[in-house]
């Protein structure tokens, strides 16, 4: 069963920069076919779709971090990683990342979730 593990949250200054990395785990299923997304979800707030990027390579943005945050993928890591650069407050969020295989409709596997806060 794929499982994904989030780290690199923090807290950071505003302006700051972290990475997140998203991390595959079990021994029979990799990353390789699956698109991955992350999300992120603050205190009162709908969930908010970031960053996707397919088993091909190809990204996508939401429009708040457009210019600002990067996905990316190391398949011989096994690991999707999102680096976040001139954090703001309202960056502030739990952010998980999610699998998708081209079979599924929706982002169905999820991780646990890392907490990043940007505050002064």
């Known amino acids: 069963q794929l499982q994904l593990v989030e780290s690199g949250g923090g807290l950071v200054q505003p302006g700051g920069s972290l990475r997140l990395s998203c991390a595959a785990t079990g021994s029979e299923i990799t990353l390789d076919y699956y698109a991955v997304g992350w999300f992120r979800q603050a205190p009162g707030k709908q969930r908010e779709l970031v960053a996707t990027?397919?088993?091909?390579?190809?990204?996508d943005y939401g429009d708040p971090v457009k210019g600002h945050f990067t996905i990316s993928r190391d398949n011989a890591k096994n690991t999707v990683y999102l680096q976040m650069n001139s954090l703001k407050p309202e960056d502030t969020a739990v952010y998980y990342c999610?699998?998708?295989?081209?079979?599924?409709?929706?982002?169905?596997?999820w991780g646990q979730g890392t907490q990043v806060t940007v505050s002064s």
């Open positions: 990027i397919t088993a091909g390579g190809s990204t």
């Open positions: 999610a699998a998708k295989s081209f079979m599924r409709t929706d982002f169905d596997v």
